[in-house]
């Protein structure tokens, strides 16, 4: 419960509603993340370095259900 009041007040600082959908979609992404036991941080930057890098017909492999950590 506290995150979602955490989240609810930190939300009226978005700027505008574009920004608050950005913010959204973040937040859903993390605790994506963590109901797949798999920690935000070490997901977010592992896809961040390869996204640049990867074709677009490759681009699922770095969904949750599909991501393996890049052995580097």
């Known amino acids: 419960m506290r995150p979602v009041t955490t989240?609810?007040?930190?939300?009226?600082?978005?700027g505008n509603e574009n920004g608050a959908e950005r913010v959204a979609l973040f937040y859903s992404l993390i605790e994506s993340c963590k109901l797949n036991n798999?920690?935000?941080?070490?997901?977010?930057?592992d896809i961040y370095d390869r996204l640049h890098d990867c074709p677009a017909?490759?681009?699922v492999n770095l969904l949750l259900p599909y991501w393996?950590?890049?052995?580097?």
Do not use: G, Q, V, W
């Open 7 to 14: 989240f609810r007040n930190n939300s009226l600082f978005a």
């Open 57 to 59: 017909h490759e681009l």
């Open 68 to 72: 393996e950590k890049k052995n580097t």
């Open 38 to 45: 798999i920690d935000p941080y070490i997901y977010l930057n």
